[in-house]
């Protein structure tokens, strides 16, 4: 039998590399069995291959132009064209390291291959085995948690029932698929990752040491890791926690360690050839991850006998550890439960022997060679349906099956499939239909349209929805405090019948759906609020989220289950003193019935009774007036271009040493993105106080000029010396923003192409303290002096680089995101003192100029940072588009789908590639889908007539 595994990066450090090349190595004993790699990235695989295994490689990327490595026939040339042009095989999306040369030697080899199992690793990769390779067997092992995998599990809505066969490490992936797939769902199996044959080192459990390893990463969350350890320190002061691994966070866990004072104690000891002589060295192992699908370091470290103390994440922990037995489970992000946890493993040695003893016997049933035979098993059966007749004709019903239910799926806008409900839920489907008018199908679920809802309006009505069914009851409940814009009521465990009760009988004449959550908030399906109580959740799960789905006229804008209102069921603490909650509350796991003494709290326009405790303000919390300023320019105003050809000429000339692209007509260029700018933030961001746009003499016809909440501020309002009016140079007018008057000490500026996303807090933007945070980019500003060549953008920011480096002595060397700038006007202030004469060169510029700084798009963040006014995060998700390059525009149609950016940016460079019509045709067309919602600063919206009446 000849097996070929497909990879992505076969050298790489990852477990999907050490199981594909563990499972290759022992299958190379008696099969024919090749490990294609797509790229090449070192000399050598990280992990040990037998040498029975051809490993190929198809792309060079080892050196900076990528080669094909078997294909003479392409020069360097052909190569580096090839490699800078986009995969038509992988959406960049999917996985973006893929590119024309890959995509061609993929083409090469995969059709040519005589293979009789083809198996890929990734998503991606099975894209690719469909699309290359239909005359072998195709299995696809997923080794991640495919539920949470975001847009790269992209493929598996496309391709899977194409596949043979589907492997998985956990049952409630295999329930995700089966799903998903429904009929169309090939062979779903679970086979577990094995551990390396072999001898093994045990751990004696008394070294004082806790271990962590893997991907140094943001997803596996090693910062977690010391601040628990720093909590407890002190406590057991001979105990060290050690890191092995590499990535992006190393340096950032050293920063925290000593910030913590913690020297010597926090180690990162890097990559280890020989982690399972590590493991013996340990007395715990440490897992602090968001996601794990089947973590091959817990099951080493249990070989090794050592007890786990792990985040209890989606979804692997829990299929190794036995909470109590081999390990401690946590609540994810729980850093002070982690703390406790680990105290409690460290401080008693007799439990950590115990526990130590049960991992390693535990580990048994992951020995290799009854693993490896159920997967020689598989490939051998699959091997034998691809010899009898009617195989091709089964992938065949399999892909028309799936694409019956998408079709049936996209139906659901008009009525749900037929059959697919009980006769109960029917006639309850029927009778909303009538009582309730102008209902549509969305999402197979009975659906409000409404065009004047913000994110906020909608979980205000979901918490009224819960609030006015438990009232109607005499059920008792407390608003929760919850650190989001969607809302949370307890109720206590022993009211729970009758609450439940209460929203079915509630929900009986309304569009309203519910879902139970699991222990870690995770939704367990979406059913018609009268179908909860039937369910076999209901017994066991202690909360459930309740809503009313809306939508908007033209359907590109959903408020479903997220939006909901969660009701907790709250139980007692077994001395009778505590009431316990089911999620951390602000002041905690559980409330001390003593302190349980009734009060209230306003949520939008109504009042809602909640416990004493949640009615304080929290030292973590960012309670200060924020306000948001724009500076804008209708380019397209003929009485402004007038103006700005007679002070700078008719072409628009500079003679100050302005680069060609500060005078290009795309930066002056208005497309009303500052609508949906402006219709983004109400939707997304009610936090904000006042909105200040700072104008020359200009007003958008559209924009209520009365509203109490927007200010228009001409420029002559804020320069301080009218002899630099008029400007036409950003970089001038964002240097005066501070002189606005009435403006916040904490504001956040914004180009009119920036938009919130989704929704955002203020503690994005601010610590609770008031210092702004940053976002830097990972484009570097290069330490070369400023040239001829640098474009506008590129000189402020060596200019910010030089005046910081000359007065400090402190480099900077990445720009920002394009994203939000959170800004204080006393920092401002400062600068305005500190740097006077380039603040006032930068002021006196008409036009961007070589000698500008940027100031509230970097300089006052780096100054802030140098000086404690500001702080770095990478708490947020950045989407950019640049609509002038076609390449980009794909990203549209995702970002569109997914909403999964907390802001994004619409830029336009000067080098489009695509013309200016296009352009403003492809943003009108997107930011109407995004954001459809007209905001009430809009002259005559149903939102502007709601608010300001």
């Excluded at 550890?321 to 401690?328: N, W």
């Excluded at 998700?877 to 525009?889: A, D, S, T, Y």
Aim: proline share 6%; with cysteine.
């Amino acid at each position: 039998m000849k097996i070929t595994f497909l990879l992505t990066w076969a050298d790489a450090v990852g477990g999907t590399e050490r199981m594909i090349l563990r499972q290759a190595s022992w299958l190379a004993q008696r099969h024919d069995v090749e490990v294609v790699s797509v790229f090449k990235t070192r000399s050598a695989p990280a992990f040990e291959v037998d040498d029975r295994v051809r490993m190929t490689y198809l792309v060079d990327a080892t050196t900076q132009i990528q080669r094909a490595i078997h294909n003479d026939a392409l020069d360097e040339q052909t190569c580096r064209a090839l490699a800078e042009s986009p995969s038509t095989l992988v959406d960049p999306g999917w996985e973006g390291a893929f590119n024309a040369l890959a995509d061609l030697e993929l083409e090469r080899v995969l059709p040519a291959s005589d293979t009789d199992v083809i198996v890929s690793s990734t998503p991606a990769l099975l894209a690719v085995a469909a699309t290359l390779a239909p005359q072998a067997a195709l299995v696809h092992q997923e080794h991640r948690v495919t539920e949470l995998r975001g847009p790269s599990g992209g493929p598996f809505r496309i391709f899977t029932p194409r596949a043979d066969a589907v492997v998985l490490l956990s049952q409630p992936t295999r329930d995700w698929f089966a799903n998903l797939l429904q009929d169309a769902a090939p062979r779903l199996e679970i086979i577990a990752n094995t551990l390396e044959p072999g001898y093994r080192p045990l751990s004696s459990r008394a070294t004082d040491t806790i271990l962590w390893a893997g991907r140094l990463t943001a997803e596996k969350q090693p910062l977690h890791a010391v601040r628990a350890f720093a909590a407890i320190a002190a406590e057991h002061p001979g105990w060290v926690l050690r890191f092995y691994g590499d990535g992006p966070e190393a340096d950032r866990i050293r920063r925290e360690a000593a910030a913590h004072r913690l020297g010597s104690r926090v180690q990162v000891a890097g990559n280890s050839p020989v982690l399972d002589q590590e493991w013996a060295k340990a007395s715990i192992a440490l897992l602090t991850s968001r996601t794990e699908c089947f973590p091959l370091v817990i099951m080493e470290a249990m070989a090794a006998a050592v007890p786990v103390v792990a985040y209890d994440c989606p979804n692997g922990p829990r299929e190794l550890i036995r909470d109590g037995e081999t390990g401690f489970l946590v609540a994810p992000d729980d850093t002070d439960q982690l703390a406790a946890t680990l105290s409690k493993v460290m401080g008693d040695a007799e439990l950590r022997h115990r526990m130590g003893e049960a991992a390693l016997e535990h580990t048994a049933r992951f020995e290799i060679d009854p693993i490896m035979r159920r997967w020689e098993e598989l490939y051998t059966d699959l091997v034998a349906e691809r010899a009898q007749p009617g195989w091709r004709d089964r992938r065949l019903r399999r892909m028309a099956a799936f694409r019956a239910q998408r079709a049936a799926a996209g139906a659901r806008d008009t009525a749900p499939v037929a059959g697919s409900q009980s006769a109960d839920v029917e006639t309850w489907a029927a009778t909303v239909q009538e009582s309730v008018p102008g209902l549509v199908w969305s999402n197979a679920q009975l659906t409000r349209v409404e065009d004047d809802l913000s994110a906020a309006d909608v979980a205000a009505r979901n918490l009224a929805f819960a609030a006015d069914a438990l009232e109607a009851a005499d059920v008792d409940f407390w608003l929760v405090p919850k650190p989001w814009a969607t809302h949370t009521v307890g109720v206590a465990a022993t009211d729970r019948d009758a609450a439940m009760d209460a929203l079915t009988r509630y929900g009986t004449d309304r569009p309203a759906y519910g879902e139970f959550l699991d222990q870690r908030g995770r939704g367990l399906g979406v059913k018609p609020v009268i179908e909860l109580p039937g369910l076999v959740a209901a017994d066991r799960s202690r909360a459930v989220r309740v809503f009313e789905p809306v939508v908007t006229s033209g359907r590109t804008l959903r408020f479903g289950s997220v939006y909901g209102c969660v009701v907790e069921f709250w139980d007692e603490s077994e001395d009778g003193t505590r009431l316990r909650a089911v999620r951390r509350t602000p002041v905690g796991y559980s409330v001390p019935k003593a302190a349980t003494t009734r009060a209230s709290a306003h949520v939008q326009d109504r009042r809602y009774p909640t416990l004493e405790p949640f009615t304080r303000t929290m030292v973590n919390d960012v309670d200060f007036p924020i306000d948001v300023v724009y500076t804008w320019v209708d380019g397209n105003d003929p009485a402004w271009r007038a103006k700005r050809s007679d002070r700078l000429g008719t072409a628009g000339a500079s003679t100050d040493g302005t680069s060609d692209a500060a005078e290009g007509s795309a930066r002056y260029r208005a497309r009303d993105e500052l609508r949906y700018s402006l219709r983004s933030l109400d939707l997304f961001a009610p936090w904000v106080r006042n909105i200040w746009l700072v104008t020359d003499d200009q007003r958008p016809a559209w924009l209520d000029l009365d509203h109490p909440r927007v200010k228009v501020v001409d420029h002559r309002e804020i320069f301080t010396d009218p002899a630099a009016l008029p400007t036409f140079n950003s970089h001038a007018i964002e240097s005066q923003l501070h002189h606005i008057p009435g403006l916040a000490e904490h504001f956040l500026y914004l180009n009119d192409d920036f938009f919130i996303g989704r929704t955002v807090r203020p503690d994005t933007f601010f610590t609770p303290g008031g210092l702004p945070k940053f976002f830097t980019s990972p484009t570097l500003v290069d330490p070369t002096p400023i040239s001829d060549d640098d474009e506008f953008n590129i000189t402020a920011a060596k200019n910010n680089r030089d005046l910081l480096n000359d007065r400090f002595g402190k480099t900077l060397t990445q720009g920002l995101l394009h994203a939000p700038y959170a800004l204080r006007r006393g920092t401002l202030t400062a600068i305005e003192q500190e740097f006077a004469e380039p603040f006032q060169r930068t002021m006196h510029s008409r036009v961007r100029a070589a000698s500008d700084i940027s100031l509230v798009s970097s300089f006052a963040h780096y100054y802030g940072l140098i000086t404690g006014r500001a702080v770095t995060s990478g708490d947020l998700k950045v989407g950019f588009v640049n609509v002038g390059l076609r390449e980009h525009h794909a990203r549209l149609d995702r970002m569109l789908l997914a909403r999964g950016h907390d802001v994004f940016c619409l830029n336009d460079f000067h080098n489009a590639d695509v013309p200016d019509d296009e352009q403003s045709q492809l943003i009108d067309a997107f930011l109407q889908a995004y954001f459809p919602v007209a905001s009430q600063f809009e002259l005559g919206s149903p939102r502007n007539r709601r608010c300001t009446a």
